[in-house]
């Protein structure tokens, strides 16, 4: 039976001067499922987050996505062919509203890849609002970016990635510094998300990501370990291994 892979790493390693943070990982992603990359402190994870998106050229290997191989290519065409990516690190205008922030990344988008299809400021604050809505931030629209509250700023963080329409959904640590109550809400929105598009996204906390992945890939020291449904992860025996002694 074939599968639809929607990005695929060949033999890729990644070098930081002598060192070696990626070694030979090959994995094959499926179209539309959210596939989760766990992994101990230092397995690799960020670094292989920012290959899949175009901010680390592989030293070596190859990145194929729909078939085409980016290796090389800089990260605007990674985002240009379709891969978006919500960070860690927070990527908003602070002294915007909402949904001006929205707006940015909806007009950033169809400025640099429409530039025939101008749209009015009518049609941008409606497809806002409408992205708004699908990460549950209709209601704080126009408060300040910088006056919503951290699980908040996430939320819109998310709806700023979707502004590009992408067919790849990258996100790194989504749930990172945020109160088990914001967790659940990201948890839930991660979940909503993923039933349109393809997500993977990349976590150290091993328990979040189990009860919505339908996939799971462990790195450890840089290389691949295993790959499977949540299930098949959780009984894995050297998975086990590698997370004794972590939370
Ligand atoms: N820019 C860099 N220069 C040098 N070494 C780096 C760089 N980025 C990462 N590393 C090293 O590569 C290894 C893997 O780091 P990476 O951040 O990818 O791991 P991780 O699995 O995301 O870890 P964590 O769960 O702690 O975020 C680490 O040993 C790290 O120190």
Do not use: C
Not at 32 to 43: F, M, Q, R, V
Not at 156 to 164: K, N, P
Not at 167 to 179: I, Q
């Amino acid at each position: 039976m074939s599968t639809d892979i929607i990005i695929e790493t060949h033999n890729v390693t990644r070098r930081f001067g002598a060192f070696t943070a990626l070694k030979n990982v090959s994995i094959q992603f499926e179209r539309g499922k959210l596939t989760s990359i766990i992994g101990p402190n230092g397995a690799g994870k960020s670094t292989y987050f920012n290959v899949l998106s175009g901010a680390f050229p592989p030293s070596e290997g190859r990145v194929v996505f729909q078939g085409k191989d980016l290796s090389g290519l800089k990260p605007h065409q990674f985002s240009h062919a379709g891969i978006s990516k919500s960070f860690q690190i927070t990527n908003i205008f602070p002294n915007f509203s909402t949904r001006q922030n929205v707006e940015i990344a909806l007009q950033a988008h169809v400025s640099r890849y429409n530039l025939w299809r101008r749209q009015s400021s009518l049609q941008l604050q409606d497809k806002a609002m409408e992205l708004l809505r699908t990460v549950g931030m209709e209601q704080h629209a126009r408060r300040l970016a910088r006056e919503l509250a951290h699980g908040q700023q996430r939320a819109l963080e998310i709806a700023i990635a979707l502004a590009s329409d992408p067919k790849l959904l990258l996100m790194d640590e989504p749930t990172a510094g945020m109160s088990p109550e914001e967790t659940r809400s990201m948890m839930d929105l991660i979940v909503q998300v993923a039933a349109a598009r393809t997500v993977i996204l990349v976590e150290h906390k091993m328990k979040m990501i189990m009860g919505i992945s339908d996939r799971i890939i462990v790195l450890h020291h840089g290389e691949f370990l295993a790959s499977g449904a949540p299930d098949d992860i959780r009984s894995n025996d050297e998975v086990k291994r590698v997370y004794l002694g972590q939370h």
